[in-house]
C-alpha cells in the first residue's frame, strides 16, 4: 500500500505563499483535499500519474498550482495569494497508478491519505 509523507504548511498572512510537500512510496495519481472546521473534507486539485493532467477547483484556478517530480515521487502545491477562506487542514491523498491521464475529485476513489497539514491564513 502506498504511504504518503506530508510537509509544509503554516501560518501566514493573506497574500502570502506556501508550499505543501507529499512523497509518495509509489507512482500514482495524487491530489490535495481540504478541511475546515465544521465542513466537509474537499477537493483542492489533482494531478494523473504521469503529470499530463491536472484538475483545479474554481476556488483556487490561477492561485494555486500542482506539481510533481516522478523522480522523486513527490507532489508539490504551491498556493499563492493565499485568501483567509484557505484556512484549513490539507490532505494529501493517492489515487490509482493507472490514472495515468486523469483525476478524480470523489474523495472514496483515494484509498491512501496523508496525515494533514494545517494552514492558517490571517487577514
Known amino acids: 500500500q502506498v504511504q504518503l509523507v506530508e510537509s509544509g504548511g503554516g501560518l501566514v498572512q493573506a497574500g502570502d505563499s506556501l508550499r505543501l510537500s507529499c512523497a509518495a512510496s509509489?507512482?500514482?495519481?495524487m491530489a490535495w483535499f481540504r478541511q475546515a472546521p465544521g465542513k466537509e473534507r474537499e477537493f483542492v486539485v489533482g494531478?494523473?500519474?504521469?503529470?499530463?493532467?491536472?484538475d483545479y477547483a474554481d476556488s483556487v484556478k490561477g492561485r494555486f498550482t500542482i506539481s510533481r517530480d516522478n523522480t522523486k515521487n513527490t507532489v508539490y502545491l504551491q498556493m499563492n495569494s493565499l485568501k483567509p477562506e484557505d484556512t484549513a487542514v490539507y490532505y494529501c491523498a493517492a489515487g490509482g497508478s493507472h490514472w495515468y491521464n486523469y483525476v478524480l475529485r470523489r474523495k472514496n476513489d483515494y484509498a491512501t491519505w496523508g496525515q494533514g497539514t494545517q494552514v492558517t491564513v490571517s487577514s
Open positions: 509509489g507512482r500514482v495519481a
Open positions: 494531478i494523473s500519474s504521469n503529470g499530463g493532467n491536472t
